[in-house]
């Protein structure tokens, strides 16, 4: 009686831990751990016919490699896509807004950025607002 306390606590350990594995708590979590450490930016004040120029960074902290390719809502916006994004680098999105026929007043501007790996499609939304004066 005495042996099945003892080997009980480490039989229910091990098959606490094979039921976690079996859970997938040890296997790639972070399949999908594409960071944008900024999604917003404001320019502020801006005189009409400038250009505004921004640089939003995207990590990609899995283990693939993702594909970016950013859209822009419309036609005064202007981007430079980073193509495939190596696991565990950096890459940047460049933003380029022209101003010129603007009216005055607050304007925002909305970019599309799709992401994907080997097994799945995703979005993220970045933004640009700014007055026109």
Request: charged share 20%; hydrophobic share 35%; aromatic share 8%.
């Amino acid at each position: 009686m005495s042996n099945v306390r003892v080997y009980l606590p480490t039989v229910l350990i091990l098959f606490g831990i094979l039921c976690l594995i079996a859970a997938g708590i040890g296997a790639d979590q972070s399949r999908h751990d594409v960071r944008f450490p900024q999604s917003s930016y404001n320019a502020g004040r801006v005189s009409s016919g400038k250009w505004i120029r921004h640089v939003f960074q995207i990590k990609n902290l899995t283990l693939h490699q993702i594909t970016v390719e950013a859209l822009p809502e419309c036609g005064c916006t202007t981007l430079t896509n980073p193509g495939p994004v190596k696991a565990m680098r950096t890459a940047t999105v460049g933003a380029y807004v022209d101003t010129s026929g603007m009216e005055k007043g607050y304007h925002s501007t909305e970019i599309d950025v799709g992401l994907s790996d080997s097994s799945r499609t995703w979005c993220k939304k970045l933004y640009i607002s700014f007055e026109s004066e």
